[in-house]
């Protein structure tokens, strides 16, 4: 486990808080990471709400169970970036602004930068058309900082496939398919290096918290 090291004080808590999201393709160990960095920011007096896309609220869930069921009937591609981002507009409204205005920080598991990446990149679905939906559906809402985790794809696939339970409907996919996502991934990290902190995931699980913890440490200042 990472040391944690004391920074300053914490934002007052009629501040808006911070929107941290955590992205990557399949086996990056995005479920490994998301309680060490809630732990990080608990360890720092941050009250920090943790939640995830698609999902985040009682209809957002059960948009994603269509989503990902492998078993249900073919989902259209226009379809699936419709339902990703009505499950958004519905998280954003009931769950994640409400949070941010009222001091709390926010740590979301998967967020728009996703919806590029499967959709635009492993969908080959239209940029364009998916950066109008963002800004229909978020507004002004980008995070404050995304946590990107990569890989090599073959990589990330031989540990997922160590999970148990189902596979769901994107996990099924072919292997060219995650290297889109892949490549979409990395472009949009190219595309906003301010915002996104891409970290090798192929490192020791410490290299990889230390990482995670130096990339967070300043919005804490």
């Known amino acids: 486990m990472t040391f944690f090291t004391q920074t300053g004080s914490f934002r007052r808590r009629e501040d808006r808080g911070k929107f941290i999201t955590l992205e990557g393709g399949e086996g990056v160990g ?84 996703a919806t590029y990446a499967y959709q635009g990149g492993g969908r080959n679905m239209d940029m364009g058309t998916i950066e109008w939906l963002e800004d229909l559906v978020q507004g002004p809402l980008r995070p404050d900082l995304t946590i990107l985790l990569d890989m090599p794809v073959e990589a990330g696939m031989a540990r997922a496939k160590k999970r148990e339970g189902k596979v769901d409907r994107f996990e099924s996919e072919k292997i060219s398919f995650f290297e889109r996502v892949r490549q979409a991934y990395l472009r949009q990290a190219e595309r906003y290096p301010e915002r996104i902190k891409l970290i090798k995931a192929n490192q020791s699980l410490t290299e990889v918290q230390n990482a995670i913890a130096n990339v967070i440490q300043p919005l804490l200042t």
């Open 30 to 113: 995005k479920t490994t990471n998301m309680p060490f960095i809630q732990e990080y920011l608990h360890y720092h007096n941050i009250p920090v709400m943790v939640t995830r896309e698609p999902g985040g609220t009682k209809l957002a869930e059960k948009i994603r169970d269509l989503l990902l069921d492998a078993e249900s009937e073919s989902i259209s591609e226009q379809a699936e970036l419709l339902l990703m981002f009505a499950a958004r507009a519905q998280h954003i409204g009931n769950v994640i602004e409400p949070a941010l205005s009222q001091g709390n920080w926010v740590l979301c598991d998967r967020f728009t930068d």
